[in-house]
C-alpha cells in the first residue's frame, strides 16, 4: 500500500512537472538558449486583407511583433505590405523570419510553419526548418494572448469612441510626448484622431505617414510606421511650430492654433496668410481674425485648414469634458 502511495506521489509530482505555465517554460528556455534570438534583428512584414478590421489587426499585430522582439532582447524591423513584394516568398528564401497573414483557404502555406492562431483569424509564419523559433514564438504567443495585458491591449484596439478616459490604443505614448512639449494629451489625441483615426498603415500622395501623418524626409517610412517614433517625431514638430508663431500669437493658446494650422497647411502658406491679413489692418494675434481674412485670399482656399484646426478644437473640448 505504502508502495502504490509512493508512486502516485511519483506519478503526481511528474505530471505537475510537465504541466509547468507557459511562462515558467518560456523564461528556463529563453535563459539556456539565448543565442536563438538575442541580439539579432527580427525582420517581419504584415500582410493582412484590406477589409473593415485591417487597421485594427495590423495596429495590434505591430505592437505584439515589437514586444516579442523586446522580450526576446532582439531589434525589430517591421514592414506593412504595400502589395509590391511578394512576402511569401521573402519569407522562403530567408529574408523575412515572420510574416503575419489571414488564416483563410486562400492562403499558400507551402514551406511555411504557422505559429497557433488568433482570436480574430489572423496567424504568424515562418520558414520550415526554423523549428526553434517556432518553439519560441508559440510558447510566448500562448503566454501572452492569455494575459490580461493582451485582452486589455486588444479590447483598446477593438474600441474607437471614448470609454473611461481612454480615447485609443495609444494613450500612454501620447501623454508621454504631450508632456515633452507641454501640450494637453488630448489634444495631441485629437490631432492625431483627424490625420489617421489612429491607423498606423496610413499615408498620402503628399508623402505623409502614419498616426501623425509625418513627412518621411529625414526618416524612413518603416520608421515612421512605429507609433512612439511617429508620435515623437510629430509632436516635435508641434512643438517647433509653436514656437515659430509665439511670436505672432497673442497667447498660447493662439500659438497652438497657428501651429495646428501650419501641421495642416504648411509654414509657408499660413506665414502668407498671416501677412496677407496684417496688410489688411486685421490684428494677426488671433487665428480666427486670421482665419476670416484667408477667404479673400486670392491664391489659396483655406477652408480645410480652417475645418482642420475647428475639427481638432472641438473633438478636444469634447474629450476635455469627459471623466
Known sequence: MRRRVK?????????????????????RKYVSHPKDLRDTVIHSAILLTDDEDFEFKAGLNYML???????????HDIRLSSGEEDWMDSLRNGSVDIVVADLGDSLETSGLSPTIDFEDSTIWLVRSGAEGKLHAMNLWLASTLAS????????????????GGRISPYDEIIKTYAAKIGWDWKLIAAVIYHESRF???VSSGKGTVGLMQVVARKHSAEYLLDPENN???????????????????????????????????????????????AEKGVDTSSWDNVADAISQMPDFDGRQTIAYVDGIL????????KP
Open 7 to 27: 508512486y502516485a506521489v511519483v506519478i503526481l509530482l511528474t505530471l505537475l512537472a510537465l504541466l509547468k505555465s507557459p511562462h515558467s517554460v518560456r523564461t
Open 314 to 321: 472641438s473633438t478636444w473640448y469634447y474629450w476635455s469634458s
Open 199 to 201: 491607423k498606423i498603415g
Open 65 to 75: 511583433l515589437k514586444k516579442f522582439s523586446d522580450e526576446m532582447h532582439a531589434s
Open 148 to 163: 490580461n495585458e493582451y485582452r486589455k491591449a486588444r479590447f483598446s484596439f477593438k474600441k474607437n469612441e471614448y470609454t
Open 231 to 277: 508620435i515623437s517625431v510629430g509632436t516635435a514638430y508641434l512643438s517647433k511650430l509653436e514656437k515659430r508663431y509665439s511670436s505672432v500669437a497673442g497667447n498660447a493658446a493662439e500659438a497652438r492654433k497657428f501651429a495646428l494650422a501650419a501641421f495642416n497647411a504648411g509654414e509657408g502658406r499660413i506665414d502668407k496668410c498671416i501677412k496677407f491679413a
